[in-house]
């Protein structure tokens, strides 16, 4: 009887859990109804409309997600509502397997709250490929605590291979659709992908990593070579952004007069450096300064990436000079920490909550005035620096240096590419060093024979280094 009340008790503890981050999930919604939206946002908007022609700028999955989403609810308010459920559904999970692994209500109850947190909470409801990006990173690693939490505390069920195999593919379509929706998160993906297949395997065979990995390969194979065939997107070469921002600040006005490139472009590439400097824009010099075309960069990309190979390495120190400087801006002086409602538009589209709206922009500013930290670049690379190196030796050892190394490598990852220094950018590393440093405190606080549960649990805690036998 005992143990049936002990199994009462934990179930209503779960349920509780998931009415808190359904309220969680509902209020997010509400706030941020209809989905606020930057111009980035309304271009996406237009394209998932039909009000725009598809291009490539943005990675098109985006918007025809969009288009799916609008086709059958209706409204396009639904692409938020879906990140928002896709936050708090992980958030949930997550707490759920930390209640298993650590036998910690409490804990549970915090991984809970980081989605109310600040820096987490400001962008809950932008629709941006760096928040989906990160929400889809954030549900992998749910889906692989799942696999560690089965195996862990449960390792004799009769249907764990399946689950097992269940989770891969659930934990492969997120992991798919994070790389898809924003191109440079395969730095971040990795690793992900790698605790994904050790926590669902705990000594994997080659064979399971060749499989495995051929279905991450097939499930970014399928849906880039499925849109371009089928969508067609206008293509606008929009890594060419990345050259024209080091060839307009690296080289000089006399340097580009000489560049053996045609005439019109090199005429405008004079021009926009001159504007450049007289804007004092370091970066960004597209949006900036330079005159645009309905085709991005891409009649200009080959002159662009032909003059930027022969010149970079003529011009390094220069070259490291500046990208190092724009790197430090990421670091040490990031903005953008709150996107407010919806930008202007001739669309007819704004804010439906304008007071929660102020409301939330109130809190999120407070905490950028009063706590700081939870919004620098440095701070959370630091974080994951710390954690991937000293990840800890227990039950979490594994998925805090996973989202250590994601971080880090994701921050780091922008070095040559960035564009401007906006906190957007350092939003995932800001959830995952969040959550990782949870799970390693939690691990560190938690008893050594408290037992998560009936069964198995108190057991799989008593092994060194929280390692469990699988019977697979």
């Not at 143990?3 to 919604?29: K, S, Y």
């Not at 069920?157 to 924003?182: D, E, I, N």
């Not at 000079?321 to 002086?333: D, G």
């Amino acid at each position: 009887m005992g143990q049936i009340r002990l199994f009462l008790r934990e179930r209503r503890w779960i349920r509780n859990l998931g009415l808190l981050a359904a309220a969680g999930c509902a209020a997010t919604a509400l706030v941020f109804a209809p989905g606020f939206m930057s111009p980035d946002s309304l271009s996406q908007y237009q394209q998932a409309t039909g009000r725009a022609p598809l291009a490539d700028w943005h990675p098109p999955v985006l918007s025809l997600l969009w288009r799916a989403l609008i086709a059958v609810t209706g409204t396009f308010a639904s692409l938020a509502v879906l990140q928002a459920a896709v936050l708090w559904g992980s958030l949930w999970v997550t707490a759920c397997c930390v209640r298993e692994l650590t036998g910690s209500r409490p804990g549970s109850l915090a991984v809970l709250a980081t989605g109310a947190a600040p820096h987490v909470l400001t962008f809950a409801g932008v629709v941006w490929k760096d928040v989906q990006m990160a929400y889809a990173l954030l549900a992998t690693c749910a889906i692989a605590l799942t696999g560690l939490c089965l195996r862990t505390v449960r390792p004799g069920t009769p249907w764990a291979a399946g689950a097992r195999w269940t989770l891969l593919a659930l934990g492969v379509l997120f992991l798919s659709y994070a790389v898809l929706v924003r191109k440079n998160a395969v730095l971040a993906a990795v690793p992900v992908f790698v605790l994904l297949v050790l926590a669902l395997w705990p000594r994997p065979s080659r064979r399971v990593w060749l499989v495995t990995a051929a279905a991450l390969a097939a499930g970014l194979a399928v849906p880039t070579a499925a849109i371009s065939l089928a969508a067609r997107p206008v293509e606008t070469s929009q890594v060419s952004q990345v050259f024209l921002d080091d060839l307009l600040h690296v080289l000089s006005a006399d340097e580009l007069r000489a560049a053996p490139v045609p005439p019109d472009l090199r005429e405008r590439l004079v021009a926009s450096a001159e504007e450049c400097r007289r804007a004092g824009a370091l970066s960004d010099a597209y949006w900036a300064c330079y005159r645009r075309s309905p085709r991005g960069l891409a009649p200009d990309a080959e002159q662009l990436r032909s003059l930027w190979a022969e010149e970079m390495p003529r011009h390094l120190p220069g070259y490291l000079a500046y990208r190092t400087q724009v790197f430090a801006k990421l670091l040490f002086e990031p903005t953008y920490q709150y996107h407010a409602g919806i930008s202007a538009n001739d669309l007819g589209l704004k804010p439906s909550n304008t007071r929660l709206a102020a409301t939330l922009e109130t809190y999120v500013n407070g905490a950028v005035r009063d706590l700081p930290l939870l919004f620098a670049g440095w701070f959370w690379l630091t974080v994951a620096l710390v954690l991937a190196l000293r990840p800890g030796r227990g039950l979490f050892a594994l998925p805090v240096r996973a989202l250590g190394i994601s971080s880090a490598a994701y921050i780091l990852g922008y070095f040559p590419i960035v564009p401007v220094s906006d906190y957007r950018y350092v939003y995932w590393p800001a959830i995952a060093g969040t959550l990782a440093l949870l799970l390693r405190w939690l691990e560190r606080a938690a008893p050594p024979a408290a037992a998560p549960g009936p069964g198995p649990a108190r057991a799989a805690r008593s092994e060194p280094g929280g390692a469990v036998p699988d019977p697979a």
